[in-house]
């Protein structure tokens, strides 16, 4: 006896299994595959918000940096420079809060590449900030 089907279909003639015994694994497979892309979907709905949270915290935490560093830089500038002249920190310190504003206003519903972006130009602007300090220093250190 032959089971359900009439001729065995390919997969039972492979597996060597009943063609009863055959469909089942077949139908289990099949389920289980479902349940599988239905935790994966599940699974990314769950992470994105997890992933977006901590790359806007890291944004923030750069941010603060930041600032504590501009802040940091305005004093030594001015203790070797004055008042005087083009104000780099100042430059910085606006446009990091033109940053803080756009993540204020479209942070929730901003892409983790437009926040990596944002990421990104805050540290270029550290870096800035960091060569021109260097700059100084070097001005300072006598020749010799």
């Known amino acids: ?83 005087e002249g083009r104000d780099p920190v100042g430059d910085a310190m606006r446009e990091m809060l033109r940053q803080r504003l756009w993540l204020r206003e479209y942070g929730r519903r901003a892409s983790l590449a437009q926040l990596a972006e944002v990421r990104s130009s805050i540290d270029a602007a550290r870096d800035r900030i960091e060569q021109q300090l260097n700059q100084i220093e070097r001005a300072r250190l006598p020749t010799g």
């Open 1 to 83: 006896m032959q089971g359900i089907c009439r001729r065995p279909c390919r997969a039972c003639r492979l597996s060597g299994l009943p063609p009863s015994e055959a469909a089942a694994l077949i139908l289990f497979l099949l389920l289980t595959l479902v349940v599988l892309a239905a935790l994966a979907a599940v699974a990314v709905v769950l992470l994105g918000p997890v992933r977006r949270q901590r790359a806007v915290r890291e944004l923030l935490d750069a941010a603060d940096a930041l600032e504590a560093r501009l802040r940091a830089a305005r004093a030594e500038i001015e203790a070797v420079a004055g008042n």
